[in-house]
Every structure is written in structure tokens, then in C-alpha cells.
């Protein structure tokens, strides 16, 4: 059982940025997603990173299309950790923050397809 713990959450005027941390405790997942829900939305999906856990190397991202060219997924495999670069925040970013860590290889935007989830953290865009 993998745990997931998410940082870096809080308050941000629009325009401004914040950075999400995700560290997990093993290493065995090869795909990390971020998804996001909003008050009285369903949860959604924001970006993912997937990488060959072998070689460690072939690393792939998807953007969803809202978030593409203001947000940056990244990953360091020594801290074992995906990030999630937030710039040019605006108020509809407003949500709770979850990564989710998947078993398997290959990228998907379906939260359906993660296995091990973390507890969120709260994003706040607001003036």
C-alpha cells in the first residue's frame, strides 16, 4: 500500500502562482495524476506524468486543456515526488488538490484508473 501525501495548497491571488507536492512512501507506482473538485462539481482531471520505472526515463505529461500552458508536472525520483507548478492562477482553480499514484504504466485521465490516493490539499485563488 502505497500512502500519498500532498503539500503546498493555500491562498493565491488570480495571476499568482502556488506549487503542489506529492511524495509517496515506496516506489512502486509509474504514473502520478493530479485532479481537482470543486464545491458541488465532480472531481476532475487536471494533469498526469508517467515514466518507465525501469530505466527511470520516457517520461510522458498530459494537460487538461484549461490548465495547459499555465500549469507545469514535473517529477524528482531521488525525493521520490511529483509536483504541480501553478502559474497564472485564476478564481476557477479554486478546488481541493488530490494526487493519485497508479500501479501500472501509461497515461490516463480517468480517476477511476489510480490506485492509491492522497488526502488533498486546498487550493484558494482569490483577491
Known amino acids: 500500500q502505497e500512502l500519498l501525501v500532498e503539500s503546498g495548497g493555500g491562498l493565491a491571488q488570480p495571476g499568482g502562482s502556488l506549487r503542489l507536492s506529492c511524495t509517496a512512501s515506496?516506489?512502486?507506482?509509474?504514473?502520478v495524476g493530479w485532479f481537482r473538485q470543486a464545491p458541488g462539481k465532480e472531481r476532475e482531471f487536471v494533469a498526469m506524468?508517467?515514466?518507465?520505472?525501469?530505466?527511470?526515463?520516457?517520461?510522458?505529461?498530459l494537460y487538461e486543456t484549461s490548465v495547459k500552458g499555465r500549469f507545469t508536472i514535473s517529477r524528482d525520483n531521488a525525493a521520490n515526488s511529483v509536483y504541480l507548478q501553478m502559474d497564472k492562477l485564476k478564481p476557477e482553480d479554486t478546488a481541493l488538490y488530490f494526487c493519485?499514484?497508479?500501479?501500472?504504466?501509461?497515461?490516463?485521465?480517468?480517476?477511476?484508473?489510480?490506485?492509491?490516493w492522497g488526502q488533498g490539499t486546498q487550493v484558494t485563488v482569490s483577491s
Open positions: 493519485a499514484g497508479r500501479k501500472t504504466g501509461g497515461a490516463s485521465t480517468r480517476d477511476y484508473d489510480y490506485d492509491y
Open positions: 515506496g516506489r512502486t507506482i509509474s504514473s
Open positions: 506524468v508517467t515514466w518507465d520505472t525501469w530505466s527511470d526515463t520516457g517520461m510522458s505529461v
